[in-house]
T-cell receptor
């Protein structure tokens, strides 16, 4: 059974810092991995999706990497801003046929002005 | 265009009552998913529809939970004889037919069972 872990559970950093959020998964046979952002009381916003054949994806100040063999992904946020404060979730999909996502518990990020 | 919408946004019900939660997916998306998120946790998969049929319902916790999607668009999640442990945010997502596609989530329905 696939298990996804995100460490740390919470992170607080000053504005302007670069930071890395970690995601690990127990079964390396994944189809893709998706990073989401969740604001308090809101739904999930997709940030980046990495297919299993890819090593990384970039969108603006965000860069996500994937190392399938070690069961790890990182989300790098450059030049953090207070508006980046949210909970960040990673989720893996097992195969092309298995549509469900298995989520980590999230990292609650606070950027202090 | 319009995203995934869910109604109601909040629902408070008494233990033992029946509730229905509605999801309107993005137009043209054939795949629809329901997840449940408890406080401080990541979402957990409940059920997945491809078109009108439930392709995977392995996440439904017990037979009090049921979901339908009769015309391949709107879906309703139905919970019978609600229990306090059913309190959570119920999230709906949709994706296009492309099996590699991203899932797009709605804002969720917060269910509170008193």
């Amino acid at each position: 059974k696939q298990e996804v872990t995100q460490i740390p559970a919470a992170l607080s950093v000053p504005e302007g810092e670069n930071l890395v959020l970690n995601c690990s998964f127990t079964d390396s046979a994944i189809y893709n991995l998706q990073w989401f952002r969740q604001d308090p009381g809101k739904g999930l916003t997709s940030l980046l999706l990495i297919q299993s054949s890819q090593r990384e994806q970039t969108s603006g100040r965000l860069n996500a990497s994937l190392d399938k063999s070690s069961g790890r992904s990182t989300l790098y946020i450059a030049a953090s801003q207070p508006g980046d404060s949210a909970t960040y979730l990673c989720a893996v999909r097992r195969s092309q046929g298995a549509q469900k996502l298995v989520f980590g518990q999230g990292t609650r990020l606070t950027i202090n002005p | 265009g319009a995203g995934v919408s869910q109604t109601p946004s909040n629902k408070v019900t008494e233990k033992g009552k029946y509730v229905e939660l509605r999801c309107d997916p993005i137009s043209g998306h054939t795949a629809l998913y329901w997840y449940r998120q408890s406080l401080g946790q990541g979402p957990e998969f409940l059920i997945y529809f491809q078109g009108t049929g439930a392709a995977d319902d392995s996440g439904l916790p017990n037979d009090r939970f049921f979901a339908v999607r009769p015309e391949g668009s709107v879906s309703t999640l139905k919970i019978q004889r609600t229990e306090r442990g059913d309190s959570a945010v119920y999230l709906c997502a949709s994706s296009p037919y492309d099996r590699g596609g991203e899932q797009y989530f709605g804002p969720g329905t917060r269910l509170t069972v008193t």
